[in-house]
């Protein structure tokens, strides 16, 4: 199946630190979601792109979806204790494609 | 706020047993999905359901998996014979519109855990 190369795998920041982390394929995708993860629960889906270049935020969450539709970015601004988990990059064409994720670890 | 339900919450069963994992998603919902992911990996897709039929589906859902929609509320994975590697935490969703080009949230529930023994 495709490859969703999602970096870092794993981030370490003092609150208050702002993040950010990316998500590669080697194909194009219509449509670029971003989900957290908490230890034990489903992902709950952040932010949703579906055209390329869109810029979208969700309060210190802000995402694109890049230009030529391989690749999408995720930035959290101040981060927070609450921040902490599992954050996944899903691409999604004729089905979803999940990135390996990136564990954010936010020190008080 | 609607949420989509799954049980039972932990399934154990032997190698080579059926289980059926059952799933409501939120009622005025078109599009269902089960997603896997085994333990401390990424989530996988495994099949997409839409006007009872299935729409797309990944290669690890093989003949040994089949989802079913068997009246207006349930949507449920059936697994025929489970195999070890099958052990992971299957996740059903659902969401209203083509997530294409219109702006909706696809809701996840809260999991169930599989352990084959």
């Known amino acids: 199946g495709q490859q969703l190369n999602q970096s870092p795998q794993s981030m370490f920041i003092q609150e208050g630190e702002d993040v950010s982390m990316n998500c590669t394929s080697s194909s194009i995708f219509n449509t670029w979601l971003w989900y957290k993860q908490d230890p034990g629960e489903g992902p709950v889906l952040l932010i949703a792109l579906y055209k390329a270049g869109e810029l979208t935020s969700n309060g210190r969450l802000t995402a694109q979806f890049g230009i030529t539709r391989k690749d999408s970015f995720l930035n959290i601004s101040a981060s927070i204790p609450s921040d902490v988990g599992i954050y996944f990059c899903?691409?999604?064409?004729?089905?979803?494609?999940f990135g390996t994720g990136t564990s954010l670890t936010v020190i008080p | 706020e609607p949420e989509v339900t799954q049980t039972p919450s932990h399934q154990v069963t032997q190698m080579g047993q059926e289980v059926i994992l059952r799933c409501v998603p939120i009622?005025?919902?078109?599009?269902f999905y089960w997603y896997r992911q085994i333990l401390g990996q990424k989530v996988e897709f495994l099949v997409s359901?839409?006007?009872?039929?299935?729409?797309?589906k990944s290669e690890i859902f093989d003949d040994q998996f089949s989802v079913e929609r068997p009246d207006g509320s349930n949507f449920t994975l059936k697994i025929r014979s489970t195999k070890l590697e099958d052990s992971a935490m299957y996740f059903c969703?659902?969401?209203?519109?083509?997530?294409?080009?219109?702006?909706?949230?696809?809701?996840f529930g809260p999991g169930t855990r599989l352990t084959v023994l």
């Open positions: 969703a659902s969401h209203y519109w083509p997530l294409e080009g219109v702006t909706d949230t696809q809701y």
């Open positions: 359901f839409y006007n009872n039929e299935i729409s797309e």
């Open positions: 009622s005025n919902h078109l599009y």
């Open positions: 899903a691409g999604f064409g004729n089905q979803f494609y």
